[in-house]
């Protein structure tokens, strides 16, 4: 089992930045699991946003965020980031870590998930 929860959601105006973080329990976390973000907008389905396989070698982005957003992970700390600059009030949503076996499956939204972290963009 695999516990997983966000933070550094908030408030911030276009144009801005937040960090998001996900901190994972396990001792195995850094072996075995591959990490992604999703974020649901009020009304609309779950979208994929970004993934990192399980060495921080080879990330995944949403086209929609594409050159704005970074995700990194910190396999010492059992954790992963998304760092998202230049923020459009179209990004407002609640943001979702996953964990699972491969990016595939993260992207395929087959594995673990956190509760969320509402971010809002204001215009």
């Known amino acids: 089992q695999v516990e997983l929860v966000e933070s550094g959601g908030g408030l911030v105006q276009a144009g801005g930045s937040l960090r998001l973080s996900c901190a994972a329990s396990?001792?195995?976390?850094?072996?075995?699991?591959?990490m992604g973000w999703f974020r649901q907008a009020p009304g609309k389905a779950r979208e994929f946003v970004a993934a990192?396989?399980?060495?921080?070698?080879?990330?995944y982005y949403a086209d929609s965020v594409k050159g704005r957003f970074t995700i990194s992970r910190d396999n010492a700390k059992n954790t992963v980031y998304l760092q998202m600059n230049s923020l459009k009030p179209e990004d407002t949503g609640v943001y979702y870590c996953?964990?699972?076996?491969?990016?595939?499956?993260?992207?395929?939204?087959?594995?673990?998930w956190g509760q969320g972290t509402q971010v809002t963009v204001s215009s």
């Open positions: 996953a964990a699972g076996p491969s990016t595939a499956m993260v992207r395929a939204r087959s594995g673990y």
């Open positions: 396990g001792r195995t976390f850094s072996s075995i699991y591959a």
């Open positions: 990192i396989n399980r060495s921080g070698s080879s990330t």
